[in-house]
């Protein structure tokens, strides 16, 4: 794939005309100058400026819009689920800031309702299909045609989403061909399985360098200045804490076992046996809960220290750079605690969980730039397909876009 942008992936990024790379000066504050000559009239070195992002949003003030929103989706039977997903979108969006300027997401509801409905119809499709035996090829066949488009979709979900993310009035784009969304969310995906999970890191590396590779903000182009190895590394951190985990909950639940069987005295009488099959039923259903738990716990870490990785790997026309301090732990921990108070709340406590998780991530964001960020020159862009966007959207397709 050629780099889109001027600077390679081992060197670091300059302005135009001068070869100081990028983080080798201080940072200014963000009301510095970025350039300007020296004494002896020749160019200086450019002046690297941070922009710390902030977030605004509460939970009070977004519960009442989510709890609107949820009223309105259970009495129009999901009907006004696109227009609720835009108005969440645009309030977090819009309580994004940077350089004293937020974020704003500018879809259309009415063309993602079009789409809503048709990925909506051919789901409802496959449920009652599957359950016939006349017409379970049917949803086989929607099955197919689902993995055989998935790529196609992604590649529509990026493009929709980056053309309706705007900031300081300029617009997003994703220029990502559909032929390499077929390498990194086709072939990536068929190798991650294939290898039993082995190449599962190479394809996160692979559609994160396609997903930052093909955006651009008005002419600025991405860049992931990223390797596969630190994917291996979260890989194997995650692997390290599953099995560690797994010894220290099994162990003590293995010597339990064997002492309650030792107490029975191994008798072969009936109720004997009829205990230890009840209790062993019970073993099974609570190791596979812990398992469960475990997987989701380790998929947090996973996807926390992924974006932070990637935060810290991004490139914006050769000028800019993302950078993020947050702790990928910490994310766990506030992933989990949201998701007991969620339950514990019967779902009430979402727009609180939703708030906290963007606040905590937010904050260990920042943005570094040689250049001002308003210096950036805009393209129109047309309007992309909903396609894409309602099928991630509905059937839970995390992009980390």
């Given at each position: 794939m050629?780099?889109?942008?001027?600077?390679?992936?081992?060197?670091?990024?300059?302005a135009p005309?001068?070869?100081?790379?990028?983080?080798?000066?201080?940072?200014?504050?963000?009301?510095?100058i970025h350039?300007?000559?020296?004494?002896?009239?020749?160019?200086?070195a450019?002046?690297?400026?941070?922009?710390?992002v902030?977030?605004?949003?509460?939970?009070g003030?977004?519960?009442?819009?989510?709890?609107v929103?949820?009223?309105l989706?259970?009495?129009t039977?999901?009907?006004?689920?696109?227009?609720?997903?835009?108005?969440?979108?645009?309030?977090?969006?819009?309580h994004?800031w940077?350089d004293?300027?937020?974020?704003?997401?500018?879809?259309?509801p009415?063309?993602?309702?079009?789409?809503?409905?048709?990925?909506?119809?051919l789901?409802?499709?496959?449920?009652?299909?599957s359950?016939?035996?006349?017409?379970?090829?049917?949803?086989?066949?929607?099955?197919?045609?689902f993995?055989?488009l998935?790529?196609?979709?992604?590649?529509?979900?990026?493009?929709?989403?980056?053309?309706n993310?705007?900031?300081?009035?300029?617009?997003?784009?994703?220029?990502?061909?559909?032929?390499?969304?077929?390498?990194?969310?086709?072939?990536?995906?068929?190798?991650?399985?294939?290898?039993?999970?082995?190449?599962?890191?190479?394809?996160?590396?692979?559609?994160?360098?396609?997903?930052l590779?093909?955006?651009?903000?008005?002419?600025?182009?991405?860049?992931?200045?990223?390797d596969?190895?630190?994917?291996y590394l979260?890989?194997?951190?995650?692997?390290?804490?599953?099995?560690?985990?797994?010894?220290?909950?099994?162990?003590p639940?293995?010597?339990?076992v064997?002492?309650?069987?030792?107490?029975?005295?191994?008798e072969?009488d009936?109720?004997?046996?009829?205990?230890?099959?009840?209790?062993?039923?019970?073993?099974?259903?609570?190791?596979?809960?812990?398992?469960?738990?475990?997987?989701g716990?380790?998929?947090q870490?996973?996807r926390?220290a992924?974006?932070r990785?990637?935060?810290?790997s991004?490139?914006?026309?050769?000028?800019?750079?993302?950078?993020?301090?947050?702790?990928?732990?910490?994310v766990?921990?506030?992933?989990?605690?949201?998701?007991?108070?969620?339950l514990?709340?019967?779902?009430?406590?979402t727009?609180?969980?939703?708030i906290?998780?963007?606040?905590?991530?937010?904050?260990?964001?920042?943005v570094?730039?040689?250049?001002?960020?308003?210096?950036?020159?805009?393209?129109?862009g047309?309007?992309?397909?909903?396609?894409?966007?309602?099928?991630?959207?509905?059937?839970?397709?995390?992009?980390?876009?």
């Open positions: 050629s780099d889109p942008v001027s600077l390679s992936k081992d060197r670091p990024a300059a005309d001068s070869g100081t790379p990028l983080g080798r000066h201080a940072a200014a504050p963000a009301t510095g350039s300007g000559h020296a004494a002896d009239g020749t160019q200086a450019p002046v690297v400026t941070t922009y710390p902030s977030f605004t949003g509460s939970a003030e977004y519960f009442r819009l989510w709890i929103n949820a009223a989706t259970v009495v039977l999901g009907l006004y689920l696109p227009w609720a997903r835009v108005r969440n979108r645009q309030y977090f969006y819009g994004t940077v004293g300027h937020n974020f704003e997401y500018r879809a259309d009415r063309r993602l309702l079009r789409s809503y409905l048709l990925v909506g119809a789901f409802l499709a496959y449920v009652l299909t359950e016939s035996e006349s017409l379970g090829w049917v949803s086989v066949l929607i099955a197919l045609l993995l055989g998935y790529p196609w979709l992604v590649a529509q979900s990026m493009r929709f989403q980056a053309v993310t705007v900031h300081r009035g300029l617009r997003f784009h994703f220029d990502g061909r559909v032929r390499d969304a077929y390498v990194a969310y086709g072939a990536a995906n068929v190798a991650a399985a294939v290898s039993g999970g082995l190449a599962l890191p190479w394809a996160w590396f692979m559609q994160r360098r396609y997903q590779d093909h955006l651009r903000y008005g002419s600025a182009r991405g860049l992931f200045r990223g596969v190895a630190p994917m979260i890989a194997l951190t995650a692997l390290g804490v599953m099995a560690g985990a797994g010894l220290l909950l099994g162990v639940a293995v010597v339990a064997v002492a309650w069987m030792a107490a029975q005295g191994f072969l009936s109720l004997n046996w009829m205990g230890a099959g009840l209790f062993g039923v019970f073993f099974v259903a609570a190791a596979y809960v812990i398992l469960l738990v475990l997987q716990v380790v998929w870490y996973v926390a992924t974006m990785y990637v935060l810290n991004a490139e914006l026309g050769g000028v800019v750079r993302t950078g993020a301090t947050f702790n990928p732990w910490r766990v921990w506030i992933s989990v605690s949201n998701g007991v108070a969620q514990l709340t019967l779902g009430l406590a727009p609180w969980a939703d906290r998780r963007s606040r905590y991530l937010l904050q260990g964001v920042t570094r730039a040689i250049a001002p960020l308003d210096e950036f020159a805009g393209s129109a047309g309007p992309e397909s909903a396609l894409g966007e309602a099928a991630t959207e509905l059937l839970d397709i995390g992009l980390g876009f």
